[in-house]
């Protein structure tokens, strides 16, 4: 099916530390987009990447995409508590409809 | 600039009631979507609306799930008769028609089904 599926399921860090999460997708796209979902919370819109582009920043955000492996992957450096979320990729493939995996759970421990 | 309103926060019902969930989505936004969420998975996409008309309901349940965006703002989804399996979070989401890539969520309403 066309959505991204995100590595690792869960991920546990120290505060301060660094955070990778990887997302992978099977067919071409437009753009892949980056969502934060704290608990009992909706979505909010992290950073968007053009499949032209090869890296973004945004304030502690870097997202990178690598269009020939089919793959994305997001950090979060200098990790803070208020980071602990859920963090879902979306692959947008040409029209205006986002397909969700099952999303990275990130802890960061005080 | 106002967020994505939604309402009921928590609704808890019998299988076989019904239920409707209310969303008002950011002003100007044309494109609305529901999602349905459950425990542990992402959101799945129900329906999208172009201001009010169905661009793609492919994925709602049209035997119990029913959904309308009559003025072409606030929405209503309906879930008539409940399942146990419809216990979920239900998330409305909006985009704007000058940056269609980018979706702005609802706190969503999550539904539990006894």
């Known amino acids: 099916s066309q959505q991204g599926e995100e590595d690792p399921q869960a991920l546990s860090i120290q505060e301060g530390e660094n955070a990778t999460m990887n997302c992978s997708y099977k067919?071409?796209?437009?753009?892949l987009q980056w969502y934060r979902q704290n608990s009992g919370r909706g979505l909010v819109h992290l950073i968007l990447?053009?499949?032209?582009?090869r890296e973004k920043h945004s304030g502690r955000l870097r997202v990178t995409l690598d269009t020939s492996k089919k793959s994305s992957s997001l950090l979060i450096t200098a990790s803070r508590a208020a980071d602990t979320a859920s963090y879902f990729c979306?692959?947008?493939?040409?029209?205006?409809?986002?397909?969700f995996g099952t999303g990275t759970r990130l802890t960061i421990i005080p | 600039e106002a967020g994505v309103a939604q309402s009921p926060r928590y609704k808890i019902i019998e299988k076989r009631q019904s239920v409707a969930f209310w969303c008002n989505p950011i002003?100007?936004?044309?494109?609305l979507y529901w999602y349905q969420q459950i425990l542990g998975q992402g959101p799945k996409l129900l329906i999208q609306?172009?201001?009010?008309?169905?661009?793609?309901d492919s994925q709602l349940p049209k035997d119990r799930f029913s959904a309308e965006r009559l003025k072409g703002v606030d929405s209503t989804l309906k879930i008539q008769p409940a399942k146990l399996e419809d216990s979920a979070v239900y998330l409305c989401?909006?985009?704007?028609?000058?940056?269609?890539?980018?979706?702005?969520f609802g706190p969503g309403t999550r539904l539990t089904v006894l």
């Open positions: 989401a909006s985009s704007s028609p000058l940056n269609t890539d980018t979706q702005y």
């Open positions: 067919t071409s796209i437009n753009n």
């Open positions: 990447i053009r499949s032209n582009e």
């Open positions: 979306a692959p947008n493939f040409g029209n205006e409809k986002l397909t």
């Open positions: 002003s100007g936004h044309a494109t």
């Open positions: 609306f172009q201001n009010n008309g169905v661009v793609d």
